[in-house]
């Protein structure tokens, strides 16, 4: 079992449409959870991070805990074309000195 | 402020060659990293750097080496090119302790080894 997991995709939205992307992790004490967002060709930069179970809104962009259940999800309301990028889930895993593991990401595509 | 800076942006090696990949930050950053993006692995730690004169291994430091010259500067060096380490290499920095700070991420180096 890999420690950080998403769905490679690609996830299709139409534009306007809300766009759900998940992650879930191995290691039940994580702390801390990061989303990623990737342009083809490009760094990575961040978009939101999450300490606390329960909702995190930032614009358009909503993260969302659980971690009795062991996923993160990042929900982007009113999707354009321009956030079609890949979208990178990032966890610190207990015992790593604080360290970020990657999930492999998840490529979003926005249609018109 | 140019952020997170990197060269060379591009480069060609022959199995068994060396070379130095540089990054330097104008953050004032403590922090610093270098990953390697491969298709369908994700962003992996090579090596990072919690404080100037400090260097531990990350997941995958087999066939690198580090070196943090000063405050600024992380470069990441190999001694050996393989064609397994054919790569996009990102170097990144964040302010304080690694994990609970926003890290930046520099353009990257896509690496060719033949």
């Known amino acids: 079992q890999k420690e950080v997991e998403q769905n490679s995709g690609p996830l299709s939205v139409p534009e306007g449409a809300i766009a759900s992307l998940n992650c879930t992790y191995s290691d039940r004490g994580s702390q801390s959870f990061f989303w990623y967002r990737q342009y083809s060709g490009k760094s990575p930069e961040l978009i939101m991070s999450?300490?606390?179970?329960g909702d995190k809104e930032d614009g358009r962009f909503t993260a969302q805990l659980n971690k009795a259940s062991q996923y993160v999800s990042l929900l982007i309301r009113d999707s354009q074309p321009s956030d079609s990028a890949t979208y990178l889930c990032?966890?610190?895993?207990?015992?790593?000195?604080?360290?970020?593991?990657f999930g492999t990401g998840t490529r979003l595509q926005v249609t018109l | 402020n140019a952020g997170v800076t990197q060269t060379p942006k591009f480069q060609v090696l022959k199995t068994g060659q060396s070379m130095t990949l540089q990054c330097a930050q104008d953050?004032?950053?403590?922090?610093m990293y270098w990953y390697r993006q491969d298709p369908g692995m994700g962003l992996r730690l090579i090596y990072y750097s919690a404080s100037e004169g400090t260097t531990d291994k990350g997941e995958v430091p087999n066939g690198y080496n580090v070196s943090r010259l000063n405050k600024r500067e992380f470069s990441l060096r190999l001694e050996s090119a393989a064609p397994s380490q054919t790569s996009v290499y990102f170097c990144?920095?964040?302010?304080?302790?690694?994990?609970?700070?926003?890290?930046?991420f520099g353009p990257g180096t896509r690496l060719l080894v033949l």
């Open positions: 990144a920095s964040s302010l304080g302790t690694p994990g609970w700070e926003t890290q930046y």
């Open positions: 999450i300490y606390s179970n």
């Open positions: 990032a966890v610190i895993l207990t015992g790593t000195a604080s360290k970020l593991t």
């Open positions: 953050m004032n950053h403590n922090s």
